[in-house]
């Protein structure tokens, strides 16, 4: 039962469209309001022993509404209850570590989006480093040329 219920919220939250309604919630749900005239225990049906004490009336007849669940699979339910119990903690780290991922990579997408700033541009720069070498060897002309003035004199 347990398991069902843990693949049908996983599969409605997967199948859901709206980023919200995805996020699995992981309480626990609340029990079922009581049936009206439930057994109000449960029992244990013993193979080749009477019917417990209250069960049936004098005529043979069930008093009560209950489920009669085979052993084995009760003893699966409960395997699957255990696991459960392990693998939620699992998931929700899983999910935890999905969610950081998706604020990483929105906080980088984000960084991207922002427009470049006007010196870092590429071409700012490539048009920047042209300027700077020409003023470099301009001044170097100079200075050749002055030096070149004052040993020719």
Do not use: H
Request: proline share 7%.
């Amino acid at each position: 039962m347990l398991y069902l219920t843990i693949c049908a919220l996983t599969l409605a939250s997967a199948a859901s469209t709206d980023p919200d309604e995805a996020r699995f919630e992981w309480a626990l749900p609340e029990a079922p309001a009581p049936v009206e005239g439930e057994c109000e225990r449960a029992v244990d049906l013993v193979a080749g022993k009477p019917l417990p004490e209250g069960l049936v009336d004098d005529e043979g007849r069930v008093r009560c509404y209950a489920t009669v669940v085979p052993t084995s699979d009760l003893a699966g339910l409960l395997l699957v209850d255990a696991w459960a119990d392990r693998a939620v903690p699992r998931g929700l780290r899983l999910q935890l570590e999905l969610a950081w991922e998706v604020e990483r990579y929105e906080r980088l997408s984000a960084a991207f989006d922002k427009p470049t700033p006007w010196l870092q541009r590429p071409g700012v720069q490539r048009n920047l480093g042209r300027a700077e070498t020409f003023a470099v060897f301009a001044l170097a002309l100079v200075a050749y040329g002055v030096l070149d003035n004052t040993v020719v004199q």
